[in-house]
C-alpha cells in the first residue's frame, strides 16, 4: 500500500527544481568544480542528550578534518519527535535535515513516503557485503537500498549485583523465576524486583515473543497481536504487576526506570546497550562491575528480545547530496563503530568492525553480540512504526488496570486492522 502521494509528487518536484532545502536556508551546494566537498550538512540526531549525544557529536564534527570546507550542523532531536518531525519537515520540503538518524522501523515508512534518497551505487554505501545481514534488511525497500545501518542492538536484563548478593539469588531464566527472585529480593532487602517501564510498548515485545508471539505476521498479511500468545503475554506482565515483582508507570517510564535503577531502588530493569553510558552515570554504578547484563527471562514458548537498532538515511530533497553521502559513509565505517563502541558501547553493524581491539575489549559487546544474532526481526513493512502507537495505549492500560489483558489484545487487533487494510 503506497501513502503520501502528495508529498511523493512534492519531493520529486523539488528534487527535480534543485530547490529542496536541507535543514537550514544557508544550506550550501557541493562544489565541483574543485572536486572538493563543501557546504553545509545538517544531521538529526535522536540519540540519548547527556550521554550518547556529546559523543555523536564530537565524532560528526570531526568529517570536517577530511573535508575541511563542509560545515556539519549538529542537532539532537528527541527520538519521541523524531519520526513525525521528520514526515512533516519533508513533506513540506522546508527544514529538513540532510541526514537523519533513522530507528530501524522508520526506514521503511520513509523510503515508501519517497522521503529518502536511494543509496546504491553512491559514496553512502561502501562495501556493503560488510554489514551484518540482520542489520542490513531494515534498510531495504522494494529492492532498493535507502539507509546505512549505524548502530544495532537488542535487549537484556540489566542487573545490580550487590542486591543479588545480599538477596543470595541468582539471575532468573525464566519469568517464573523472575517472580520468584523479586519476592526473595523483597523480603531480604526490602527493594523491588523489577521496574517494567509501562509507557513504552517496545519493553513488551520479550514478552509477547516468550509466548510465541508477535504483533503482525507480514508473510500472510495477518494480525497476530490478538491470538492466545498475544493475550497470554499481556497476562504475563500484569501478573508481574499484580505480584509485587514489577513496579510500572504511565508516563515518564524511561527516566523513573533509570533513575529507581540507578539510585538503587530496583534490582533490576529491562534495556538495551543504548542505556549503559547513562546507567554507569549512577550512583549505584561508578564501580562498572556492579552492572551485569544477562537475557531476559524466558516465556512459557521461548527466549526472544526484539532486534532493534538505527540507521543514516538522507533525505532525498537534500541540497548537498554528495557531502551527505560522504558523511553517512565515514559515520559507518568501521573505524568510526569502533569508537563509537569505546565510548559508549553500542554494537557496530560491520562484520569488519568486531575485529577491532576497542570492540574486542568490550564486555557489553560480547554480552549483546550473541543476543542481536538470535533477536526477532520486526517486520519490515512501513507501517511498522505504526503498530506501536495504538499497542502501547492498551499495554498501559492492561498494566495500570484500566483494562483487561483479553480486551487490551481484541483492541489493538482491531487497531491493526483498520491500519493495514486487507490484513486478516
Not at 492500560?397 to 483492541?411: D, W
Request: glycine content about 8%.
Amino acid at each position: 500500500m503506497r501513502r503520501g502521494i502528495t508529498a511523493t509528487a512534492l519531493v520529486a518536484a523539488l528534487a527535480l527544481a534543485a530547490t529542496a532545502c536541507g535543514s537550514d536556508s544557508d544550506s550550501e551546494g557541493t562544489s565541483k568544480s574543485s572536486g572538493e566537498l563543501s557546504g553545509t550538512v545538517t544531521w538529526w540526531d535522536t540519540s540519548t542528550v547527556g550521554s550518547e549525544d556529546k559523543v555523536f557529536k564530537k565524532i560528526a564534527e570531526d568529517f570536517t578534518k577530511q573535508h575541511p570546507k563542509v560545515h556539519i550542523k549538529y542537532v539532537n532531536v528527541p527520538f519521541g519527535d523524531a519520526q513525525n518531525k521528520f514526515k512533516n519537515a519533508a513533506q513540506s520540503g522546508s527544514d529538513a535535515p540532510d541526514v537523519i538518524r533513522s530507528e530501524v522501523a522508520w526506514t521503511p515508512e520513509f523510503a515508501d513516503l519517497d522521503y529518502l534518497a536511494p543509496l546504491d551505487g553512491t559514496a553512502a554505501l561502501k562495501n556493503p557485503d560488510d554489514f551484518l545481514k540482520q542489520a542490513a534488511a531494515s534498510t531495504k525497500y522494494n529492492g532498493k537500498t535507502y539507509a546505512v545501518p549505524q548502530v544495532i542492538d537488542s535487549m537484556g536484563i540489566f542487573y545490580n549485583k550487590k542486591i543479588f548478593k545480599e538477596a543470595g539469588v541468582e539471575v532468573p531464566k525464566t519469568v517464573d523465576e523472575l517472580k520468584t527472585v523479586s519476592k526473595k529480593i523483597k523480603d531480604k532487602t526490602g527493594k523491588t524486583g523489577m521496574y517494567l517501564r509501562g509507557d513504552d510498548a517496545y519493553w513488551f515485545l520479550s514478552f509477547l515473543y516468550g509466548e510465541g508471539g508477535d504483533m503482525v505476521d507480514a508473510s500472510t498479511k495477518s494480525v497476530t497481536i490478538d491470538n492466545p500468545a498475544g493475550v497470554k503475554a499481556m497476562k504475563v506482565v500484569k501478573d508481574l504487576v499484580d505480584s509485587g515483582a514489577a513496579k510500572t508507570d504511565a508516563s515518564d517510564g524511561w527516566e523513573n526506570m533509570q533513575t529507581s535503577f540507578k539510585d538503587g531502588k530496583v534490582a533490576m530493569i529491562i534495556n538495551g546497550p543504548w542505556a549503559v553510558a547513562d546507567t554507569y552515570a549512577g550512583k549505584e554504578f561508578k564501580d562498572k562491575a556492579n552492572l551485569g547484563i544477562a537475557p531476559v527471562p524466558a516465556g512459557s514458548a521461548a527466549q526472544g528480545a526484539p532486534q532493534g537498532g538505527h540507521n543514516l538515511a538522507v533525505y532525498a530533497g537534500s541540497k548537498n547530496l554528495d557531502a551527505s553521502y560522504a558523511f553517512v559513509d565515514y559515520m559507518t565505517s568501521a573505524d568510526t563503530q569502533a569508537k563509537v563502541t569505546k565510548e559508549l558501547s553500542l554494537l557496530p553493524t560491520r562484520t569488519s568492525a568486531y575485529a577491532k581491539q576497542d570492540v574486542v575489549d568490550n564486555e557489553i559487546v560480547g554480552f549483546f553480540k550473541p543476543v542481536v544474532e538470535t533477536a526477532v526481526e520486526r517486520p519490515w513493512i512501513p507501517e511498522t512504526g505504526s503498530l506501536f502507537a495504538p499497542l502501547v495505549t492498551e499495554y498501559t492500560k492492561v498494566l495500570t488496570g484500566q483494562t483487561t489483558p483479553e480486551k487490551g489484545a481484541k483492541t489493538t487487533g482491531d487497531s491493526y486492522r483498520k491500519l493495514l487494510k486487507g490484513w486478516k
